[in-house]
């Protein structure tokens, strides 16, 4: 069983936001890592690029497939997480703390509340 921690919001294609005032968190769930399994090459994007939400900003390389990373909200990249990259496993072992994926500053705030809740989300995987 994986798990849907409160306090965050999430997307359909298994992303998660924190919000820390203005900026957004973005991770994959851990539902999405467990899927993936051992998670080899990340793909971030440069600091200063502009996303619009449902866009593909980078990619996750597992030994099971390459995915697209899909932001859940529109701004700007501020941080992108580097420092995984020489240490992916951090993404499978602690996605929703060290294994953060970038920080983007939020261009439309409104659109965090269209993503879903934890429990919602939870429900989500649970039917798939």
Known sequence: MTSTPGGLKYSTSHEWV???G??????????AQAELGDIVYLELPDVGRRIAQDEAFGTV????????????????????????GDA??????????AG????????????????MTPEQ????VSEA
């Open 18 to 20: 924190r919000l820390e």
């Open 22 to 31: 203005d900026v957004a968190v973005v991770g994959i769930t851990d539902h």
């Open 61 to 84: 390389e597992s030994v099971k497939a390459v995915s697209d990373l899909v932001s859940p909200v529109s701004g700007e990249v501020i941080e992108a997480n580097t420092g995984i």
């Open 88 to 97: 992916t496993d951090t993404v499978n072992q602690d996605p929703y703390g």
């Open 121 to 124: 989300y939870a429900a989500m």
């Open 100 to 115: 953060w994926l970038v920080r983007i500053r939020l261009s439309a705030p409104e659109e965090v509340e269209g993503l």
